[in-house]
């Protein structure tokens, strides 16, 4: 074995001849294209983990202040939880795993509709409208990207 960087010389030994073709033999040639993940995906599931990771870090340490108060509520487990399957179903959908878009969306809608009914009752209407879209409005885009054609070509388990 040659340590150098040198390109090596085909040898006689590597070297392997073919029989000649005549003019009625066709041969045919099948491509077979390995493709990764599309970029898009890739990105998504980069933002969706780091999102899910900060909306679960949120909600577990809201509800530690407010259990220390005396105001412990479980609808911030259940935002955990929703963020736990939106990671689970990203990088399924890395995996090909069709199963993964779909954990991803139920994930979501439960998510966009615990927040959407927790906030319009308990806010001021200017505030929950704003805190609303500035949460459900990137939820909803990240939906509707991944169930974008080129993804749901891409998944095929």
């Given at each position: 074995?040659?340590?150098?960087?040198?390109?090596?010389?085909?040898?006689?030994?590597?070297?392997?001849?073919?029989?000649?073709?005549?003019?009625?033999?066709?041969k045919e040639v099948v491509?077979?294209?390995?493709?990764?993940?599309?970029?898009?995906?890739?990105?998504?599931?980069?933002?969706?983990?780091?999102?899910?990771?900060?909306?679960?870090?949120?909600?577990?340490?809201?509800?530690?202040?407010?259990?220390y108060f005396g105001m412990?509520?479980?609808?911030?487990?259940?935002?955990?939880?929703?963020?736990?399957?939106?990671?689970?179903?990203?990088?399924?959908?890395?995996?090909?795993?069709?199963?993964?878009?779909?954990?991803?969306?139920?994930?979501?809608?439960?998510?966009?509709?615990?927040?959407?009914?927790?906030?319009?009752?308990?806010?001021?209407?200017?505030?929950?409208?704003?805190?609303?879209?500035?949460?459900?409005?990137?939820?909803?885009?990240?939906?509707?990207?991944?169930?974008?054609?080129?993804?749901?070509?891409?998944?095929?388990?």
């Amino acid at each position: 074995m040659n340590n150098s960087l040198e390109p090596q010389k085909d040898t006689s030994n590597n070297i392997k001849f073919q029989p000649i073709e005549d003019s009625d033999q066709r041969k045919e040639v099948v491509f077979v294209e390995r493709r990764g993940a599309p970029t898009i995906l890739t990105i998504l599931v980069i933002f969706t983990i780091i999102g899910s990771l900060f909306s679960m870090g949120k909600s577990l340490l809201y509800d530690s202040i407010s259990s220390y108060f005396g105001m412990g509520d479980f609808m911030y487990y259940l935002y955990a939880a929703t963020c736990v399957g939106t990671m689970i179903g990203a990088i399924m959908m890395l995996s090909k795993k069709k199963m993964g878009l779909y954990i991803y969306s139920v994930c979501q809608a439960i998510f966009i509709l615990l927040f959407i009914l927790t906030r319009i009752p308990t806010e001021t209407e200017y505030y929950s409208t704003s805190w609303t879209l500035l949460v459900v409005l990137p939820a909803a885009i990240f939906l509707f990207l991944y169930w974008s054609k080129d993804i749901r070509n891409y998944l095929t388990k």
